[in-house]
């Protein structure tokens, strides 16, 4: 999407400048998200999701990325070996310029949620911390295993991008 314009002083708006910088840009905002995998890994080694699932989807908006991710732990999850800090990719080929803005949540199936604090780590993945300051991992908040499943990581946010 190019930058916007304005029309030069006397330059009357026609039907084709109407149409590129005001609805095309509207329809742009209203279309579908772009569906995307985000990576997973504990430490330095990927994880693998078993049965649960872990998807995203961002949506373009000139050089701002809206996104949006779910991770949830499967009956079949296999507790990752690494006792790392727990990485989740961001969309990938859009990269980070600056900071990002998100929020979290961790939900278990009774509903309990705990506030999660976003982060990111050199520009191309997120990670989680507690209100007490500690990064999600296979220890925390709670020790993941099977007994866990449909508990679940939720956030969204955004930032800008050079692409």
Do not use: H
């Amino acid at each position: 999407m190019a930058d916007p314009v304005s029309p030069a002083e006397g330059q009357l708006i026609d039907k084709a400048f109407w149409d590129i910088e005001v609805y095309d840009r509207a329809m742009n905002l209203e279309g579908p998200w772009t569906p995307y995998t985000p990576t997973w890994k504990a430490g330095a080694v990927a994880a693998t999701i078993g049965n649960g699932t872990l998807t995203g989807k961002y949506k373009k908006v000139g050089r701002l990325i809206f996104w949006a991710f779910r991770f949830a732990w499967g009956s079949t999850t296999p507790v990752p070996t690494d006792a790392g800090i727990w990485f989740f990719g961001f969309p990938p080929g859009l990269p980070i310029v600056g900071d990002q803005a998100g929020s979290a949540r961790c939900t278990s199936p009774n509903g309990f949620q705990w506030p999660l604090s976003v982060s990111q780590n050199v520009g191309i993945e997120m990670w989680f911390t507690t209100p007490a300051d500690a990064a999600i991992s296979r220890t925390v908040p709670y020790t993941w295993g099977a007994s866990t499943a449909g508990r679940s990581i939720t956030a969204s946010g955004f930032y800008e991008t050079t692409a």
